[in-house]
């Protein structure tokens, strides 16, 4: 998100556990007299599953406290203040009780904890880093062609035999040649449509705001029949940069991607029902009430239909009959739908943590804090136990173990990476949304001098290494640009749609 959530901060003080590492010293300046944590400090934080360099600078406020600014490259942050500074306590240690920060002070060094249980090392350094320049990226091939749809596309586009689906928030379903992006059919909806259409063999199938489930010939785009979700007075509140005066937004960006097994067409909606349809007719065969808005699909574990709400919870269902199976509460809404990694279950929480479940009972096996940032992506399967997956105020797609949760490498992207990374060939396809002005949260709200753009990168399958990039132009005044929709692949072509209302065809190397 482009606001750091600082609740997730206090629930992975309160829920996450992170074993110490140590590091070596560099040379130290004299110590300040007047109190001695303040300065310059550098060091190491996490443990060996996910390890990152940070620093801090500790200062004197105007009010005689002793602020906290934050430095390090995986936060993208230099000099961001702490929300409530760093307090002594009476056995000369310092505590931040924001932030779950305490740290004790042994002459040059200083040791701790962060996030309430991540280790934290610390030695004194005369100088903090600052914002590198983004390195040159090549363009890449660039667009094959494009194809405006008028307004923003939100959803990863359905691809199949040659023929691009995707809605738009305009509330238009498009059918588009994917050789040359000229249009074969369109159906006007009445509404936006932020959801992956699911397209078969005969048919496609879609969820619009205007309530409605439906379904379409494939080959002419004539309705076939609409299902009732009951939803269609279900609020959609899209974030705008005049945070302090726009009210409550709840990045709600998304809808399900209608999901067909074994005959039953299985779709969740915004007034929190489960659906489960007979596709032949749009007859209903069971609906189960969650509470929460359903705004990703749902994905099957044998018998299970396992899905998660924005009120933080997640359910697994008998996919025969809709009898609950466990329900567990999770910290903070599902960003994206659960996805199955080498027998484990994969989250991704909005509130900034990634989970790996057992999806049997839904216990929790591990859970990580990927340092202060929103997850918003789903995990895209390599191989094995390992898969990628995005996280927005870190900038980073992470390559991770479902194993124990433990980070192999991190990219930098330079923008949000909201949607799953496409995974192709010796390649992974990132895209990424633009953000301008950055918040970062504290209060008072002030933009944050970090910079996230509008881009498609194409990423080496093994290293991470960035093959090319291709930046959308930005838009002056806009707080949002670039991609919130995935890529998708087929073949030799990739396909994404852009909140510029356009569709984007590239080569797929």
């Given at each position: 998100m482009p606001s750091v959530r600082w609740k997730s901060i206090a629930w992975a003080i309160a829920i996450i556990g992170v074993p110490a590492i140590g590091l070596g010293a560099p040379a130290a300046p004299a110590v300040p007299s007047d109190e001695p944590i303040l300065g310059k400090w550098f060091g190491q934080a996490g443990s060996a599953r996910d390890r990152v360099d940070l620093g801090f600078e500790f200062a004197r406020d105007d009010q005689g406290g002793i602020s906290a600014a934050l430095y390090g490259d995986i936060f993208n942050f230099y000099g961001l203040l702490v929300p409530g500074g760093l307090v002594r306590q009476g056995d000369g240690s310092y505590l931040n009780k924001e932030w779950g920060i305490r740290l004790s002070l042994n002459g040059d060094e200083a040791d701790g904890l962060m996030l309430g249980k991540a280790p934290i090392t610390l030695h004194r350094v005369r100088s903090l880093p600052s914002e590198p320049p983004m390195p040159s990226f090549s363009a890449g091939p660039g667009p094959k062609w494009q194809t405006k749809l008028a307004t923003a596309i939100y959803a990863r586009a359905a691809l199949r035999d040659g023929v691009a689906y995707v809605g738009t928030s305009g509330g238009e379903f498009h059918a588009i040649d994917m050789n040359d992006g000229s249009f074969k059919w369109t159906y006007s909806a009445g509404r936006g449509i932020f959801g992956e259409a699911l397209a078969t063999a005969d048919a496609v199938y879609f969820a619009c705001d205007n309530g409605f489930l439906f379904k379409l010939d494939r080959a002419t785009g004539k309705e076939l029949w609409r299902y009732d979700l009951g939803d269609e007075r279900v609020s959609r509140v899209q974030p705008h940069q005049l945070v302090r005066n726009s009210g409550v937004f709840d990045w709600d960006f998304h809808a399900p991607k209608p999901l067909l097994a074994d005959g039953i067409v299985y779709i969740g909606s915004g007034d929190g029902g489960m659906n489960a349809i007979d596709p032949a007719n749009g007859h209903r065969l069971w609906r189960f009430q969650a509470q929460g808005k359903i705004r990703e699909g749902a994905m099957i574990d044998g018998p299970r239909l396992i899905f998660?709400?924005?009120?933080?919870?997640?359910?697994?269902?008998?996919?025969?009959?809709?009898?609950?199976?466990?329900?567990?509460?999770?910290p903070g809404p599902m960003g994206a739908p659960a996805s199955m990694i080498g027998g484990t279950l994969v989250l991704g929480i909005s509130a900034g943590l990634i989970a790996g479940l057992d999806p049997a009972t839904g216990k929790t096996n591990w859970?990580?804090?990927?340092?202060?940032?929103?997850?918003?992506?789903?995990?895209?399967?390599?191989?094995?136990?390992?898969?990628?997956?995005?996280?927005?105020?870190?900038?980073?797609?992470?390559?991770?173990?479902?194993?124990?949760?433990?980070?192999?490498?991190?990219?930098?992207?330079?923008?949000?990476?909201?949607?799953?990374?496409?995974?192709?060939?010796?390649?992974?396809?990132?895209?990424?949304?633009?953000?301008?002005?950055?918040?970062?949260?504290?209060?008072p709200v002030v933009p944050y001098p970090m910079h996230h753009y509008g881009s498609l990168s194409a990423l080496d399958r093994k290293s991470g290494q960035i093959i090319w990039r291709w930046q959308m132009p930005e838009w002056p005044g806009a707080f949002l640009d670039g991609f919130i929709a995935a890529p998708a692949v087929s073949g030799e072509k990739l396909l994404i749609g852009g909140l510029d209302g356009t569709l984007y065809a590239f080569p797929a190397d």
């Amino acid at each position: 998100m482009p606001s750091v959530r600082w609740k997730s901060i206090a629930w992975a003080i309160a829920i996450i556990g992170v074993p110490a590492i140590g590091l070596g010293a560099p040379a130290a300046p004299a110590v300040p007299s007047d109190e001695p944590i303040l300065g310059k400090w550098f060091g190491q934080a996490g443990s060996a599953r996910d390890r990152v360099d940070l620093g801090f600078e500790f200062a004197r406020d105007d009010q005689g406290g002793i602020s906290a600014a934050l430095y390090g490259d995986i936060f993208n942050f230099y000099g961001l203040l702490v929300p409530g500074g760093l307090v002594r306590q009476g056995d000369g240690s310092y505590l931040n009780k924001e932030w779950g920060i305490r740290l004790s002070l042994n002459g040059d060094e200083a040791d701790g904890l962060m996030l309430g249980k991540a280790p934290i090392t610390l030695h004194r350094v005369r100088s903090l880093p600052s914002e590198p320049p983004m390195p040159s990226f090549s363009a890449g091939p660039g667009p094959k062609w494009q194809t405006k749809l008028a307004t923003a596309i939100y959803a990863r586009a359905a691809l199949r035999d040659g023929v691009a689906y995707v809605g738009t928030s305009g509330g238009e379903f498009h059918a588009i040649d994917m050789n040359d992006g000229s249009f074969k059919w369109t159906y006007s909806a009445g509404r936006g449509i932020f959801g992956e259409a699911l397209a078969t063999a005969d048919a496609v199938y879609f969820a619009c705001d205007n309530g409605f489930l439906f379904k379409l010939d494939r080959a002419t785009g004539k309705e076939l029949w609409r299902y009732d979700l009951g939803d269609e007075r279900v609020s959609r509140v899209q974030p705008h940069q005049l945070v302090r005066n726009s009210g409550v937004f709840d990045w709600d960006f998304h809808a399900p991607k209608p999901l067909l097994a074994d005959g039953i067409v299985y779709i969740g909606s915004g007034d929190g029902g489960m659906n489960a349809i007979d596709p032949a007719n749009g007859h209903r065969l069971w609906r189960f009430q969650a509470q929460g808005k359903i705004r990703e699909g749902a994905m099957i574990d044998g018998p299970r239909l396992i899905f998660g709400t924005m009120d933080n919870f997640v359910y697994a269902l008998d996919r025969n009959s809709g009898a609950q199976s466990w329900r567990i509460s999770m910290p903070g809404p599902m960003g994206a739908p659960a996805s199955m990694i080498g027998g484990t279950l994969v989250l991704g929480i909005s509130a900034g943590l990634i989970a790996g479940l057992d999806p049997a009972t839904g216990k929790t096996n591990w859970m990580m804090q990927p340092w202060l940032t929103a997850v918003e992506s789903s995990a895209a399967l390599d191989a094995g136990t390992r898969f990628f997956i995005g996280s927005s105020d870190m900038r980073r797609v992470s390559y991770m173990d479902a194993k124990d949760g433990s980070v192999i490498w991190r990219t930098n992207v330079y923008g949000a990476p909201w949607a799953t990374p496409e995974v192709s060939g010796q390649r992974v396809y990132v895209s990424a949304a633009g953000v301008t002005p950055y918040f970062a949260g504290v209060d008072p709200v002030v933009p944050y001098p970090m910079h996230h753009y509008g881009s498609l990168s194409a990423l080496d399958r093994k290293s991470g290494q960035i093959i090319w990039r291709w930046q959308m132009p930005e838009w002056p005044g806009a707080f949002l640009d670039g991609f919130i929709a995935a890529p998708a692949v087929s073949g030799e072509k990739l396909l994404i749609g852009g909140l510029d209302g356009t569709l984007y065809a590239f080569p797929a190397d």
